[in-house]
Structures are given as C-alpha cells and as structure tokens.
T-cell receptor, first 115, second 111 residues
C-alpha cells in the first residue's frame, strides 16, 4: 500500500525566512511519481512539481527547491526567502505507474508566512 | 495541462436531497478521478471513472451514495445522494497522467 507522511501539520515563519516542508513516502513499486501541490486559501490545487522515481536530481525553480532522496524515501520542499503569498497548504503526493494509477496525498502542511 | 471546469462552484443543500456535480475537460481523457476534501483534511479518492465502464470505487465509498456517469471522454458527473451534514466537503475532479490536474472544486454545504 502507498502512504505519504507529512509530519508537519502547521508551520509559521517570518517573511524572508527559509522553510523546508518534509515528505516521506512508502511504496512497493519501483516506478512511481512524486508531486507537490499548493492549495491557497481560495481552494484550488496548484501543481508545483513532479519527480520520477528514477530521477534523483534535485530541482530549483526560483525560490522553490526540491530534494529527492530514494535512500530515505523523502521528497522535501524548501522555500527560500518566504513571502506572504506563500501562505497556503502544501500537499505531497505519490502515484504509482501501474494500471490503476491512484494518487495518494499526504495530510498537508499549512504554512503561514508572517509579514 | 488540461483545462477543467466544474459546476457548480459551491452550493448549500438541504439534508436528504441530492446534488450532481459536473466536470468538463477541454481534451479527451481516458481516466477521470473524483476526490473529496473534508474541512481541514487531505484529499481522498472517491472513485475512478473510465468512459464506457462502471466507475471503480475506493473503500468506504459506494455507488448508491456517489453515483458517477462518464458518457464520453470529456465529461463526467458525480452525484452526492441523500445528503447529510457529514457530506459537507469540497469535491474535486481530476485528470492527467502522470501529474494530476484539478478543477476548481465544488464547495458543498449540507444544512
């Protein structure tokens, strides 16, 4: 069975601080995909990034960076120099590559950036 | 990425009634997914809808309560039947592989 654990339910940081959101996953599949989504107060789910299980390269996109480590089954997300607009709930998710292709979501981390 | 339109965006319904949520995609897709997000919670998959076949429901969700239609490759509906206040949630449809894209959701309040 697949499982995604986001141990941090709520984080508060002061604007311009760096913050890392943790994600640990479990799967028996050898091929799978990992994702991060942002859900601002308006409610829509915004896709941020996808990582394939066979690609452990870290990725940076502006102030966002992601660290994928298969050895520890972790896919952590760092926001550098946080801004108020980063305040949202962030979900880590896992999808296997089998025929069913179900997406399993973590419980989410609510990030509050204080001006 | 696909453009996904959901209707209605929100509704307030009386207990015991039913609500049908529509999901329209701007391109043909094989699989459509319906999720529920209860207040302050994560997303839970209700069912997977393939065109031309019965929807596949996750544990804890049954067809009588959440009937789904999938008449073609761009459209699906989810009905929430015989509603109770516990059904108050955001309902989202999703398409896309491997990354899932979501409609804006339907905020349902049952009173």
């Amino acid at each position: 069975a697949q499982k995604v654990t986001q141990a941090q339910t709520e984080i508060s940081v002061v604007e311009k601080e760096d913050v890392t959101l943790d994600c640990v996953y479990e799967t028996r599949d050898t091929t799978y995909y990992l994702f991060w989504y942002k859900q601002p107060p308006s409610g829509e789910l915004v896709f941020l990034i996808r990582r394939n299980s066979f690609d452990e390269q870290n990725e940076i996109s502006g102030r966002y960076s992601w660290n994928f480590q298969k050895s520890t089954s972790s896919f952590n997300f760092t926001i550098t120099a946080s801004q108020v607009v980063d305040s949202a709930v962030y979900f880590c998710a896992l999808r296997d590559s089998g025929g069913y292709q179900k997406v399993t979501f973590g419980i989410g981390t609510k990030l509050q950036v204080i001006p | 990425s696909a453009v996904i339109s959901q209707k209605p965006s929100r509704d307030i319904c009386q207990r015991g009634t039913s609500l049908t949520i529509q999901c329209q995609v701007d391109s043909q897709v094989t699989m459509m997914f319906w999720y529920r997000q209860q207040p302050g919670q994560s997303l839970t998959l209700i069912a997977t809808a393939n065109q031309g076949s019965e929807a596949t429901y996750e544990s804890g969700f049954v067809i009588d309560k959440f009937p789904i239609s999938r008449p073609n490759l761009t459209f699906s509906t989810l009905t929430v039947s015989n509603m109770s206040p516990e059904d108050s949630s955001i309902y989202l449809c999703s398409v896309g592989l491997p990354e899932a894209f979501f409609g804006q959701g339907t905020r349902l309040t049952v009173v």
